[in-house]
């Protein structure tokens, strides 16, 4: 068993909404990420989705790119984005959701010695465009993180972890975010993330930083490509 990580797959297979107005990179993304995956992942193998996932705006228009990602190989465990307009009710998405696929919300999952955990994240204190009506989802998402690890670390004590978050945890300077502080308090040994695109590639924390080893996995900074975090 493997485990890979991608994000902001952005699908919009039941909508008019083409991702190649972001650049040419994005050209048939669906397909190249359909192809690469198929290539990379076997069944056994477990993949993170760090959010994103859907365009949609609503549950129903949201089921056939979830049964997309359904088709694809693997176990996938699923934490939200900020486009996630669709998942709002976590018993109602359950309800929908294709069995190969599981929701990181306020919980963990475990699989051969890795306990894996995360949520959304925000957008980090120290950048320039955080407002004071953020603060709230800030800490509730560092709460949700919290309970996600406390969880994890009740039941598998001795296991490593590995954190799914949607938003870096670091500001566009390279600053670290309350969510680097509590990946550090529970002995985190690595973290996935996605949200920025483009030229925010560059500016983005990859490596291991003060023993947490941060990979961005938005699928047009690794070609639309599931990455191999751990074999």
């Known amino acids: 068993m493997s485990i890979f990580a991608i994000g902001d797959l952005h699908l919009s297979l039941t909508q008019d909404k083409p991702m190649d107005i972001f650049g040419e990179k994005w050209v048939n993304h669906v397909e190249k990420l359909r192809v690469n995956w198929l290539d990379q992942v076997s069944e056994n193998d477990v993949v ?12 129903e228009e949201a089921i056939q790119d979830l049964e997309f990602i359904g088709s694809l190989p693997g176990k996938k465990i699923l934490v939200k984005g900020n486009h996630d307009f669709w998942w709002q009710s976590l018993s109602k998405v359950k309800q929908v959701l294709p069995s190969s696929m599981f929701l990181l919300q306020n919980n963990f999952y475990w699989v051969e010695g890795v306990a894996i955990c995360g949520t959304r994240g925000w957008v980090c204190p120290t950048d320039d465009d955080f407002a004071s009506h953020d603060f709230k989802i800030y800490r509730r998402e560092l709460l949700r993180l919290e309970s996600s690890l406390n969880s994890a670390k ?7 972890i590995i954190v ?13 975010s309350d969510f680097v502080g509590l990946m550090q308090e529970y002995g985190v040994k690595t973290c996935v993330y996605g949200h920025l695109h483009g030229n925010s590639h560059q500016n983005a924390v990859n490596g291991t930083v003060e023993g947490i080893s941060y990979h961005l996995v938005a699928c047009d900074s690794i070609n639309f490509t599931p990455l191999l975090i751990k074999r």
């Open 48 to 59: 993170l989705l760090a959010g994103d996932h859907s365009w949609a705006l609503k549950l």
């Open 154 to 160: 009740k039941e598998w004590p001795e296991q490593d």
């Open 164 to 176: 799914v978050l949607h938003f870096p945890p670091f500001d566009n300077q390279g600053r670290p």
